[in-house]
């Protein structure tokens, strides 16, 4: 059993409102020191697979066809291994 994270973010050509009013939010709490917020999604995946490779494949597959929107968002895939 394998966890994979699918970490989600907008592509760097896309706007990111909800980036701009959470940093807006910052700057008012006195927040200065920082620049940019970009707001993302971090989804935990529990796979059953025999081997590392098959779980990255079966997150990426998940990934590609539901989680991301390949056109406006990027994704990478972290796995963890022995997940009980």
């Known amino acids: 059993m394998f966890k994979a994270r699918v970490h989600v973010t907008l592509k ?4 990111d409102p909800k980036g701009k009013a959470s940093l807006g939010a910052l ?3 006195g927040y200065d020191a920082i620049k940019n917020v ?3 999604k971090m989804i935990e ?6 081997t ?3 779980a990255v494949k079966a997150a ?3 990934a590609q ?3 991301a929107n390949e056109v406006m968002e990027d994704f990478e895939i ?3 291994e022995g997940v009980s």
């Open 12 to 15: 760097p050509s896309i706007l």
């Open 27 to 29: 700057r008012n709490l």
């Open 38 to 40: 970009r707001i993302g």
């Open 45 to 50: 995946l529990d796979i059953d697979a025999a």
């Open 52 to 54: 590392e490779e098959e």
């Open 60 to 62: 990426e597959l998940a």
């Open 65 to 67: 066809k539901l989680l």
């Open 78 to 80: 972290q796995i963890m």
